[in-house]
């Protein structure tokens, strides 16, 4: 069955496409980035990936309507996983809720990280701090539930699990997320284009830092 997919305006220059699931989106996602890059007369400056929805920005002067006429008669299609950019984040799995995760999974530690280094993660999509990339797994039913109080300082590079999600935290910011380990990689610079090395669309591997 088709995803179900619903627009609706957003600003005077944006359509917010509603779906059903995260699957959906990140399929749609991944043909409308093709559509668009091939057709830059169609006006999208940018897609904007979350969770149940994706924000399409349009330049100025588009018309809407025929956008969306446009966006509607692209088809989704299965995201090949083989040609996307990987990329390997190294890892020593050191974090504090790293006993709790696996218990909650109702596993070992050593299970767990053997399988969150055996998932291929894809970047679903970027928010709450620049940088913070919500990667979904596709090989393991995951969910972690997130701690019952928020950390005031979840230090920078933690690697961390909530619901299907794992996440690298760029900066030391407030979290909630159960942490199960330290990245070796800045997932955030300034001085980088782009800033953000986890970006929609990407494939992640974890692996063991040496």
Known sequence: MADELRVLPSGTHGLLLEL????????????????????TDLGVLDLVPAGRTILVVADRGTDLAALEKSLLAVEPVARDESSADVIEVPVTYDGEDLADVAEALGCSVDELVRRHQDETWTVAFCGFAPGFGYLSGSSFAWSVPRRSSPRIKVPARSVAMAGEFSAVY?????????????????????????????LPGMQVRFVEAS
Request: aromatic letters at 4%; zero cysteines; hydrophobic letters at 35%.
């Open 20 to 39: 059903d699931s995260l699957d959906a989106v990140l399929d749609r996602y991944a043909a409308l980035r093709s559509a668009t890059h091939e057709n």
């Open 170 to 198: 760029p900066r030391e910011s407030p979290g909630g997320w159960q942490l199960i380990g330290t990245a070796h990689v800045e997932v955030l610079d300034l001085d980088r284009d782009p800033p953000g090395l986890l």
